[in-house]
């Protein structure tokens, strides 16, 4: 919860607000039994892998396109697959760096571990047609949309 070095302990006085401690307004509050912290059922590093990345998705006249926020993850770390009933699924891996030894972390805000999301396509998506480009850490996921037919009127003139 604090920029201040550790020797402050975890609670300091000192308000961070990019800590990813969180606030328990139950906390010190005992009620004829235990009750867990939720700080303590979600570790901060698997509630941010949890979360995946943030993705965008717009429509155009012509196609469906999603772009997700992937900085420092490499193509190939990557899967972008689309499931018979119309699913696209975007999911991969963010690896940790290499401890060295010798070195000291004073703040770990990066996330790190699997990532998956998942979006219903809607009835004009061409599945069999999705491109998927990489560029600058933006994932850009592109799904045409079938042309929409416009119906075939033909004026039947009335006799009599």
Same mark, same amino acid.
């Given at each position: ?7 402050f302990g ?10 990813? +401690? ?16 939720f ?29 997700? +926020?992937?900085?420092?993850?490499? #193509? ?7 499931? +018979? ?42 599945? +069999? ?20 037919? #416009? ?10």
């Amino acid at each position: 919860m604090s920029i201040i070095p550790s020797n402050f302990g975890p609670r300091s006085n000192v308000y961070d607000p990019f800590s990813r +401690d969180m606030w328990d307004p139950m906390e010190g509050f005992t009620f004829g039994g235990s009750f867990p912290r939720f700080s303590d059922q979600i570790p901060p590093e698997a509630a941010a892998a949890f979360a995946g990345p943030k993705i965008d998705w717009k429509e155009t006249p012509t196609a469906h396109v999603f772009m997700a +926020d992937l900085p420092g993850v490499r #193509k190939e770390e990557v899967k972008v697959e689309v499931e +018979d009933d119309r699913v696209l699924q975007i999911s991969g891996e963010r690896r940790r760096e290499q401890e060295e030894h010798g070195n000291t972390w004073h703040r770990v805000e990066r996330s790190s571990g699997k990532f998956m999301r998942r979006f219903r396509l809607p009835e004009n998506a061409q599945v +069999d047609q999705v491109r998927a480009a990489m560029e600058n850490g933006v994932l850009t996921v592109t799904v045409p949309k079938e042309e929409v037919k #416009k119906p075939h009127v033909k004026s039947i003139e009335i006799s009599g």
